[in-house]
Nanobody, 124 residues
């Protein structure tokens, strides 16, 4: 059973930075395809960043070069470094995972497993 646990969220001011972590357990980490998503109140969950099977990272347009996704296989952990945060980045952030190939890592429908989320609040 795959378990995903996010951490690293918090409250920051506009322009600040946060690094989110997603620890995976119960599975061989290298076999997982993972990505970051977010959901603001009253809105649908949307893709933020993910990695394709060819190891190419994909980012949502709104990221605009501010976020970086990375993974540490030794620690079974996925990261999302977020810089230059804006008020519109306020949301619950989730990591998703699945086995098998991944070519559209920003689509929520491509993921089978989800963490409980970590809240990010950006204030002016």
């Amino acid at each position: 059973q795959v378990q995903l646990v996010e951490s690293g969220g918090g409250s920051v001011q506009v322009g600040g930075s946060l690094r989110l972590s997603c620890a995976a357990s119960g599975v061989t980490y290298s076999s997982l395809r993972m990505g970051w998503f977010r959901q603001a109140p009253g809105k649908e969950r949307e893709g933020v960043a993910g990695v394709r099977s060819d190891r190419v990272a994909r980012y949502a347009e709104f990221v605009e070069g501010r976020f970086t996704i990375s993974k540490d296989n030794a620690k079974n952990t996925l990261y999302l470094q977020m810089n230059s945060l804006k008020t519109e980045d306020t949301a619950m952030y989730y990591c998703g995972a699945r086995f098998g190939d991944m070519w559209y890592p920003l689509n929520t429908s491509n993921y089978n497993y989800w963490g409980q989320g970590t809240q990010v609040t950006v204030s002016s």
